[in-house]
Every structure is written in structure tokens, then in C-alpha cells.
């Protein structure tokens, strides 16, 4: 400083330094690192010869040390964005010119040693049937202080490979007194991946629920420890209770007063064990009817082993056990009345398998069901018959 004072008085020209760093020595000894603007400029007397040097200095420590932590700040933020592979753009919604770093560039297919170019041709390269949502939401965004806040998906086509790719953009516009904002600016990230296996799994969902329609399954899923919480629309529909009396155990109130019971006594089981549950009871239809269901249900792990939910389908099988009923006892009839026939009786599945006999067979040829059953009946066969009966039995099976 000694050194521009002489400079000063010898040529007689003003100087000015700005954010000159002085160490200052406090009145307690101390010393502490300043910034300062200063200006030592000449002071004439009547004749114009120099007599001495005004000074004046200002303090800027403090704007130094915040602009220094901005710069820190945003070099930090820069680096993050491109360790994140985001790409960042600026628009002056003014005169809609965009900045935009490389990975925006890339996105959109924009000169990539252009970093300004006119939002419109960012505008052109979002897909045709997104285009007009995305400029509605950004007209909003930059003349309505209440919707500053920006954050939306949609698709860009790519003008240079031609591949489209999904994208999420979030930003804020900033508004000082005028009616449009004087800046709007935010990133943009790839989230085609994501979109992707979003969509994936949405067509695995509807496979698997269109799957459980045509064999008129109810789906529902419950909580790790076997509660059932959430919507699930199929229960309701069949038993017409509302989520807030189907929740925790209360979908058990829709079962058959005789089957509660062992079916929580079951499930509780399973889900300690975290096994596979299959069971079978009735269930209330929303009409007051009980009908039969076939219940299964898996536990759905995580790699820890640990539950992430259970998913199960309720089948309804009444028709199928009524059938059955009425088989086993037409069944039942038929074996009576070849029980009071005379003649003997016997019956064999398609393969010939010998699986019943009347009473008359038994008391002919005093030999018991384990001892004739399958092939058996031919050891009761005369000798000289036996090959030829065997050879007509067999072409019996082979031609129907």
C-alpha cells in the first residue's frame, strides 16, 4: 500500500483496487484476514501542485466470503449433477432462450457445442402426443406464481438417433414485480429404465389379474404379519364389506360361523411359519349366500428372507363339490343295487384296472378286493381259458 501512495503522488493518477485481501491487526493483538475496495486518489492545492493522497476503503469481507461459498456451493451442485448424470437447463422466459448443459444437449439432440439455443427447438424434439401437455404446463408454470413449483414426465424423441426416451423435468420459476417470470430453470433426468420396468410390471399385473378372472379366483393380498389392510376391491365385491370391517382379521366376520375358527388357527400357522396356506371354507357372499372357496396364499420374501406381503386367491368351488357329493352318492346307489344283483359285477378303470367287484364275485370265488384287485381275477381263470380270455380282454381295451 506504501508503494501506491508513492505511486500516486509521483504520477498524479487515481488507484483502485477491489476485494484486496489486508491482514488487520486488532487492538487486542490479533490479526484477521480482510477484503477490502479502496481508492487512493490525488489531492491538489490552488496551484495544482500535489500535496497529499485521499484514501478511502471499504470492508467486503463479508460479500467476498458468501460469493466464495456460492462459488464452492455451485461447483459442488455441478458436481453432483454430473456424477447423477442429470442435465440441467436455464430459460429466460422473456426471450425463451435455453441454456442447458451437455447431458440436456444429449437428451434432446441440440448442438452440443451450443449451450444457448431458442426453447422452441427443445420444444420440437418432445414426442407428439406430449408436446402440447408440456407447453401448457410450462405457460402456467411462468406466469402463475402460485404453480412456480415444476415437476413433470414425458417422452422426447431424439432428432439424432431417433430413440425416445422418457424423461422427468423438475424446476421452479422465480418472479420479481412483472407478470412473467424473470427465471425458470431446473433439471431434467432419464427415467426411461424406470418407465420400462414401471410398465413391465403394470403387463405382468394384468396377466397375472386377467389369469385369476378366468378361473374366477378372488385376489387379495395382506400385510408381513397376515393382516389384511389396503383396498382390495375383489373381497369387497364378493362379501360387500367395506375396507374399514375387512381390515386386520375382521374379513373372518364374512366366514362361516363353523369355519373362523380353524381358518385363523391355519393362517396364523402359515404366516409364523411363513409357508405356503391352503385351505379350504365357506365365505358370505354379499347376497347372504355361503358358498364354498378353495384358498391359496404365498408369502412374498424379500431377499433377507424377510415378508414383503402375502398374496392369495380365493377359488370358488361349490359347483365343483357339489358334483362331487352327488357322484360319491350315485356311486354309492350303484354299488348297492349291483350288491342285490344275482349276476356278478365288476368295473375297471380305462386302463383295465380292476377296482370293483359285487358281493356275488366275492362269495364265488371266496377270495378277497386285495387278492383280485388290478389283474388279479385272472388267477381265478381255468387253465385251458386263461390265454384266450386274457387275448379277448386286451383287444377289448386296445379297440374300445
Known amino acids: 500500500f506504501i508503494s501506491l501512495l508513492q505511486d500516486v503522488l509521483k504520477t498524479g493518477e487515481a488507484v483502485r483496487g477491489f476485494e484486496q485481501p489486508i491482514s488487520f491487526r486488532r487492538p487486542d493483538g490479533s490479526v484477521e484476514r480482510l477484503y477490502c475496495n479502496f481508492e487512493y486518489a490525488p489531492y491538489y492545492d490552488n496551484g495544482g501542485d500535489i500535496t497529499g493522497v485521499m484514501a478511502i476503503a471499504y470492508d467486503v469481507s463479508v460479500q467476498v466470503r458468501e460469493k466464495r461459498a ?13 456424477a447423477a448424470d442429470l442435465g440441467y437447463w436455464h430459460v429466460d422466459p422473456r426471450d425463451n432462450s435455453l441454456r442447458s448443459n451437455r447431458r440436456t444437449r444429449e437428451l434432446f439432440g441440440l448442438p452440443p457445442d451450443e449451450e444457448n439455443v431458442d426453447l422452441s427447438v427443445a420444444i420440437d424434439a418432445i414426442h407428439d402426443e406430449d408436446r402440447s401437455r408440456v407447453v401448457e404446463t410450462i405457460q402456467q408454470t411462468v406466469t402463475d406464481p402460485a404453480h412456480a413449483d415444476y415437476d413433470i414426465e414425458y417422452r422426447v424423441v431424439n432428432p439424432i438417433d431417433g430413440l425416445t426416451r422418457h424423461v422427468r423435468a423438475m424446476g421452479k420459476a422465480y418472479f420479481e414485480s412483472g407478470p412473467v417470470a424473470y427465471r425458470f430453470s431446473g433439471t431434467i433426468q432419464d427415467i426411461t429404465t424406470r418407465k420400462e420396468a414401471e410398465e413391465a410390471l403394470l403387463a405382468s399385473q394384468q396377466r397375472f389379474s386377467a389369469a385369476i378372472e378366468a378361473v374366477q379366483g378372488i385376489l387379495w393380498t395382506n400385510s ?3 393382516r389384511m389392510e389396503g383396498a382390495q376391491p ?8 367395506p375396507q374399514e370391517e375387512y381390515e386386520g382379521y375382521g374379513w373372518t366376520a364374512a ?3 363353523d369355519d373362523v375358527a380353524p381358518t385363523v388357527q391355519a393362517w396364523d400357522v402359515a404366516v409364523r ?3 405356503r396356506f391352503v385351505f379350504e371354507h365357506r365365505v358370505r357372499r354379499a347376497d347372504g349366500v355361503y358358498r364354498t372357496f378353495h384358498v391359496q396364499a404365498i408369502p412374498i420374501l424379500y431377499t433377507d428372507g424377510a415378508i414383503s406381503q402375502w398374496v392369495g386367491v380365493h377359488t370358488d368351488i361349490t359347483e365343483q363339490r357339489r358334483a362331487e357329493q352327488a357322484l360319491r352318492r350315485n356311486e354309492g346307489q350303484l354299488r348297492m343295487l349291483a350288491d342285490f344283483m344275482p349276476q356278478i359285477v365288476w ?3 380305462a386302463e383295465g384296472y380292476h377296482d370293483f367287484y359285487n358281493e356275488r364275485w366275492y362269495e364265488y370265488t371266496g377270495l378277497s378286493y386285495e387278492e383280485t384287485k388290478g389283474e388279479g381275477w385272472a388267477h381265478v381263470l381255468h387253465p385251458d381259458d386263461a390265454p384266450r ?9 386296445n379297440t374300445g
Open 255 to 257: 366366514l362361516h360361523p
Open 389 to 397: 380270455s386274457w387275448q379277448v380282454w386286451q383287444h377289448s381295451l
Open 70 to 82: 456460492r462459488t464452492i456451493a455451485e461447483g459442488e451442485v455441478q458436481a453432483a449433477i454430473a
Open 224 to 226: 408381513p404379519d397376515g
Open 234 to 241: 375383489g373381497w369387497s365385491k364378493l362379501t360387500g364389506q
Open 273 to 275: 411359519e411363513k409357508k
Open 347 to 349: 368295473a375297471t378303470d
